[in-house]
């Protein structure tokens, strides 16, 4: 499976998708239970379809291999009333992908992952012959443009396509009760109508919780003042992906062996989810089968390094190309599922002033299964203590580096550097590589107050602003849902 030229398709299997990702993923959890219920059978067999997209998705894996599929949230009116607060602002004609994701699943280690695109990524638009944001390709051209789009610029293989508008997602979220949340502090987004007033475990219903997928103005509460999120979209993104694992763990508790809720939920699919034509019911349910016993806790999550800029007077994100290589090899099929280091990228900078130490570094972290960049001198040779450079929310990829060293290395937050991307400079107290890893527990401190929020000078507790954005987080102790 590649991004090059395709051979003949054949029919594809299995599909899913969803505004958040999670719809169809829960959907098809519960399937697994649905086996013999006649009656969810044939719902599940009027679920919408695209047609015309065989000779732009990539042809069906074999039986029991990976497969990828596009999951997108459309910003559109679908099945909301005309005063719906939704729609202040915008038109009830309007039709974005608000979300782009591509969900991995492989059947036979019961994996699964999600690489998370963000909508401001300036990329060449297929068919077209120019640039813009990707969310505008669905609009522009239809799920065959965006497909080609991810697949010309990525080299990613896209197997079957999911789109899922705000009711559905809304529908879902209530289907379950609600989603729980832990907040630390009061949140809002005045720009959807987010708002959370008192700190603690708070179940968003649907509009709340579509409200806070949504944010990408996202404010907490410190002392008497609102404190901006200032990662935006990337603090939208890591809200998504936190919210997909908390909603599939209470779709699971509710719904999963609840002939009642399980009937909902196929009902919210079969009014606000399309799939792709060669998607058959029986599809689903096998893929129900396989991830019967999935728990959400190992749903891997990515997004790829982006920067910044300005073009013609629009916001827009440039993608990392080196940083985002390994991110999407996973989704290639290319990366070893068993060696996820290999989405760690490490620079080598010999600050010891030893002879030749960088590229025997380099050789070595490549040997261990790390992704490597180059190696170099650093700006002195004085350097006593060896120290690892990393990004903002980049603290879990700094410590699997450390644990391969002997010693006390130096942590070092560096804002220049893409999430994926580690340095490693080498003091004279550097020994070695080593060839098996420290105990994760050697960095608990570390880990601890890097990923504990602290409190502000007046008390209240200020969130992280790293480039994961202010995520709420259950603090120790405390249980939420």
Not at 30 to 53: E, K, M, P
């Given at each position: 499976?590649?991004?090059?030229?395709?051979?003949?398709?054949?029919?594809?299997?299995?599909?899913?998708?969803?505004?958040?990702?999670?719809?169809?993923?829960?959907?098809?959890?519960?399937?697994?239970?649905?086996?013999?219920?006649?009656?969810?059978?044939?719902?599940?067999?009027?679920?919408?379809?695209?047609?015309?997209?065989?000779?732009?998705?990539?042809?069906?894996?074999?039986?029991?291999?990976?497969?990828?599929?596009?999951?997108?949230?459309?910003?559109?009116?679908?099945?909301?009333?005309?005063?719906?607060?939704?729609?202040i602002g915008r038109s009830q004609a309007s039709l974005l992908s608000d979300t782009i994701m591509i969900i991995r699943v492989d059947p036979q280690t019961h994996q699964a992952a999600i690489l998370s695109?963000?909508?401001?990524?300036?990329?060449?638009?297929?068919?077209?012959?120019?640039?813009?944001?990707?969310?505008?390709?669905?609009?522009?051209?239809?799920?065959?443009?965006?497909?080609?789009?991810?697949?010309?610029?990525?080299?990613?293989?896209?197997?079957?396509?999911?789109?899922?508008?705000?009711?559905?997602?809304?529908?879902?979220?209530?289907?379950?009760?609600?989603?729980?949340?832990?907040?630390?502090?009061?949140?809002?987004?005045?720009?959807?109508?987010?708002?959370?007033?008192?700190?603690?475990?708070?179940?968003?219903?649907?509009?709340?919780?579509?409200?806070?997928?949504?944010?990408?103005?996202?404010?907490?509460?410190?002392?008497?003042?609102?404190?901006?999120?200032?990662?935006?979209?990337?603090?939208?993104?890591?809200?998504?992906?936190?919210?997909?694992?908390?909603?599939?763990?209470?779709?699971?508790?509710?719904?999963?062996?609840?002939?009642?809720?399980?009937?909902?939920?196929?009902?919210?699919?079969?009014?606000?989810?399309?799939?792709?034509?060669?998607?058959?019911?029986?599809?689903?349910?096998?893929?129900?089968?396989?991830?019967?016993?999935?728990?959400?806790?190992?749903?891997?999550?990515?997004?790829?390094?982006?920067?910044?800029?300005?073009?013609?007077?629009?916001?827009?994100?440039?993608?990392?190309?080196?940083?985002?290589?390994?991110?999407?090899?996973?989704?290639?099929?290319?990366?070893?599922?068993?060696?996820?280091?290999?989405?760690?990228?490490?620079?080598?900078?010999?600050?010891?002033?030893?002879?030749?130490?960088?590229?025997?570094?380099?050789?070595?972290?490549?040997?261990?299964?790390?992704?490597?960049?180059?190696?170099?001198?650093?700006?002195?040779?004085?350097?006593?203590?060896?120290?690892?450079?990393?990004?903002?929310?980049?603290?879990?990829?700094?410590?699997?580096?450390?644990?391969?060293?002997?010693?006390?290395?130096?942590?070092?937050?560096?804002?220049?550097?893409?999430?994926?991307?580690?340095?490693?400079?080498?003091?004279?107290?550097?020994?070695?590589?080593?060839?098996?890893?420290?105990?994760?527990?050697?960095?608990?401190?570390?880990?601890?107050?890097?990923?504990?929020?602290?409190?502000?000078?007046?008390?209240?507790?200020?969130?992280?602003?790293?480039?994961?954005?202010?995520?709420?987080?259950?603090?120790?102790?405390?249980?939420?849902?």
């Amino acid at each position: 499976m590649s991004g090059g030229p395709r051979p003949s398709r054949r029919r594809r299997t299995w599909p899913q998708r969803l505004l958040l990702a999670f719809n169809v993923v829960v959907v098809l959890i519960c399937f697994s239970s649905a086996v013999g219920l006649a009656y969810v059978f044939r719902q599940a067999s009027d679920i919408q379809r695209f047609g015309g997209l065989s000779a732009t998705l990539d042809q069906k894996p074999g039986k029991g291999e990976p497969a990828n599929f596009l999951l997108v949230g459309v910003d559109n009116a679908e099945g909301l009333q005309k005063n719906d607060p939704v729609l202040i602002g915008r038109s009830q004609a309007s039709l974005l992908s608000d979300t782009i994701m591509i969900i991995r699943v492989d059947p036979q280690t019961h994996q699964a992952a999600i690489l998370s695109l963000p909508r401001d990524l300036y990329v060449p638009i297929a068919d077209t012959g120019g640039k813009s944001k990707i969310n505008s390709a669905l609009p522009g051209g239809g799920p065959q443009r965006l497909i080609k789009t991810i697949q010309q610029n990525f080299g990613i293989p896209i197997n079957g396509f999911i789109e899922v508008n705000f009711a559905g997602f809304r529908s879902l979220v209530d289907a379950v009760n609600g989603v729980p949340i832990y907040f630390p502090w009061p949140a809002r987004d005045n720009h959807t109508g987010f708002l959370v007033e008192d700190p603690g475990c708070v179940t968003l219903d649907g509009v709340q919780a579509l409200a806070y997928a949504r944010s990408r103005y996202f404010e907490t509460k410190q002392g008497n003042q609102w404190v901006a999120d200032p990662s935006s979209d990337f603090g939208r993104i890591s809200r998504q992906q936190q919210f997909i694992k908390l909603a599939l763990k209470r779709a699971i508790a509710k719904g999963i062996r609840n002939p009642f809720v399980l009937t909902q939920l196929v009902g919210v699919a079969q009014a606000n989810v399309k799939l792709d034509d060669q998607i058959t019911t029986q599809d689903l349910l096998d893929l129900g089968r396989e991830f019967k016993d999935f728990d959400p806790d190992t749903l891997q999550v990515y997004t790829p390094p982006a920067t910044g800029a300005d073009i013609g007077g629009a916001s827009v994100l440039l993608l990392d190309k080196v940083g985002a290589q390994p991110l999407f090899d996973l989704f290639r099929g290319k990366a070893d599922p068993n060696n996820p280091l290999r989405t760690i990228l490490v620079e080598v900078r010999n600050g010891s002033g030893k002879a030749g130490q960088g590229q025997d570094v380099l050789k070595s972290l490549d040997d261990i299964g790390f992704g490597t960049i180059a190696s170099s001198d650093a700006s002195s040779f004085r350097n006593q203590r060896t120290e690892i450079r990393y990004a903002p929310g980049a603290e879990s990829s700094a410590v699997q580096l450390a644990r391969y060293l002997d010693g006390d290395p130096k942590f070092t937050v560096d804002r220049s550097l893409a999430v994926t991307n580690i340095v490693l400079v080498t003091g004279r107290d550097f020994t070695g590589m080593r060839a098996s890893p420290r105990p994760e527990t050697d960095f608990s401190l570390f880990l601890a107050t890097t990923t504990t929020t602290t409190v502000g000078p007046g008390g209240p507790v200020a969130p992280p602003t790293t480039s994961r954005g202010m995520l709420p987080q259950t603090p120790p102790g405390e249980t939420c849902g």
